[in-house]
Each structure stands twice: as C-alpha cells, then as structure tokens.
C-alpha cells in the first residue's frame, strides 16, 4: 500500500476524531472533578501541600467554620503526625449543583498507628454520612476546578482542634 495525499488525510482524520473523543471526554465536568479529588486526596497521603493549596479556591468555606487559610492550618497541624495514611473513597458519586460539581463518598482512613492517627481513624472511619466535596470551574478552561466547600453532617470538630 503506498503512501498518498487520500491514504494520509484519511489516517490524520481518524487520528484527529479519537484524539478529539478523548479530549471530550477527558473534559467533561464529571470526569475533571473526580479527578481533581483523587489527585486532592493522593495530596493528602503525601502532604504534598504545595498541590493542595493549588486545589482550593481563596473563598472556601466549611461546615466547621473555616476558611482556606484555617484550612491549610489545620491540615499541617494534624497530618505532621500521620505517617503511611492511606484514604479511600467509598462509592464516589459526582452530581451537578448549578455550576458547580458535588464529589460524595464515605471515607475511609488507615495508616500507621499514633495517637493522632487512631483519633483520626475512629472520627472519621465511623461516619456512616458521606463526605461532599464542592469544586467550581475557575474559567472558561475545562480543567481549572477548585475546592470551594467540604462537609459531612456527621463530623464535629471545635474551632480549636480536631
């Protein structure tokens, strides 16, 4: 089979169509959220903080009365003392809210026993509520999504610890 002008145009045409079909669907607001929380979660397990204070957006808020900065606070405080966490997401489910996405899964934490750890296994492992992680589509590029709100009805934290 010889290469021609029809033959070329052809195969870049086929290419073209899966490489758009991909992009599609690599793209789509559901796909891109439950991304972002895998990759916000691995973040978490290595406290790679730099990836997570790039994936929350400057006016979050949570149920527990924190902004981004408390946030971030108290995530260096408690996971200084956490070593091997493993979290995992059980029946992840991601629903339109406006234009937002809504990430909703129970959680489950495991990782090598402290006194911190265990305090966070019990709190957390023990909800029988899902986490809801809130994202929002930054700009008009289907990729920019932020963390813009956690909650779980469940879990208490005071305004001064865990």
């Given at each position: 089979?010889?290469?021609?002008?029809?033959?070329g145009f052809t195969a870049g045409a086929i290419l073209a169509v899966i490489l758009g079909t991909y992009l599609a669907f690599l793209w789509?607001?559901?796909?891109?959220?439950?991304?972002?929380?895998?990759?916000?979660?691995?973040?978490?397990?290595?406290?790679?903080?730099?990836?997570?204070?790039?994936?929350?957006?400057?006016?979050?808020?949570?149920?527990?009365?924190?902004?981004?900065?408390?946030?971030?606070?108290?995530?260096?405080?408690?996971?200084?003392?956490?070593?091997?966490?493993?979290?995992?997401?059980?029946?992840?489910?991601?629903?339109?809210?406006?234009?937002?996405?809504?990430?909703?899964?129970?959680?489950?934490?495991?990782?090598?026993?402290?006194?911190?750890?265990?305090?966070?296994?019990?709190?957390?492992?023990?909800?029988?509520?899902?986490?809801?992680?809130?994202?929002?589509?930054?700009?008009?590029?289907?990729?920019?999504?932020?963390?813009?709100?956690?909650?779980?009805?469940?879990?208490?934290?005071?305004?001064?610890?865990?």
């Amino acid at each position: 089979m010889s290469i021609t002008f029809r033959n070329g145009f052809t195969a870049g045409a086929i290419l073209a169509v899966i490489l758009g079909t991909y992009l599609a669907f690599l793209w789509q607001a559901d796909h891109q959220v439950e991304l972002h929380t895998a990759h916000l979660l691995r973040k978490i397990e290595k406290h790679a903080w730099s990836g997570i204070e790039n994936a929350i957006a400057q006016d979050y808020r949570d149920d527990w009365g924190d902004d981004r900065e408390r946030l971030l606070t108290r995530l260096r405080e408690v996971l200084r003392f956490t070593r091997n966490m493993k979290i995992t997401a059980i029946a992840p489910d991601v629903l339109p809210e406006g234009r937002d996405r809504k990430w909703s899964a129970r959680v489950q934490v495991d990782g090598d026993d402290n006194e911190v750890m265990i305090e966070i296994k019990q709190r957390v492992n023990s909800l029988s509520a899902p986490f809801q992680l809130q994202w929002r589509r930054q700009s008009s590029k289907p990729w920019d999504w932020k963390l813009v709100r956690v909650s779980n009805r469940e879990l208490k934290i005071d305004r001064e610890g865990f």
